[in-house]
Nanobody, 122 residues
Framework: QVQLVESGGGLVQAGGSLRLSCAAS????????MGWFRQAPGKEREVVAT????????YYADSVKGRFTISRYNAKNTVYLQINSLKPEETAVYYC???????????????WGQGTQVTVSS
């Protein structure tokens, strides 16, 4: 099993940046596809970005391409999400998740962190 703990969220102004971190413990971290998801109030949870076991393959939602960067440092059992040029509509709880099969929907991810709140002010 895997335990995931997110950190790095907070309150930022529009156009600002944050770096989210997800620390993993348990089974070998490098065996999992990792993803970042977000869920705004009253909205469905949606994929933001994913990264495969080696870090060679990444996926980004169209809305975040060019502004968000997902990366992983397996030696530290950590996944990162660099978020630049934040928009107010991107206020949400951001979740880290792990999957044995990959995918771009929440259903394919087995392990989830508790989430970290990102609030973007105008």
């Amino acid at each position: 099993q895997v335990q995931l703990v997110e950190s790095g969220g907070g309150l930022v102004q529009a156009g600002g940046s944050l770096r989210l971190s997800c620390a993993a413990s348990g089974r070998p971290f490098s065996r999992y596809v990792m993803g970042w998801f977000r869920q705004a109030p009253g909205k469905e949870r949606e994929v933001v970005a994913t990264i495969n076991w080696s870090g060679a393959t990444t996926y980004y939602a169209d809305s975040v391409k060019g502004r968000f960067t997902i990366s992983r440092y397996n030696a530290k059992n950590t996944v990162y999400l660099q978020i630049n040029s934040l928009k107010p509509e991107e206020t949400a709880v951001y979740y880290c998740a792990a999957s044995t099969s990959g995918g771009r929907t929440p259903a394919t991810y087995t392990y989830w962190g508790q989430g970290t709140q990102v609030t973007v002010s105008s």
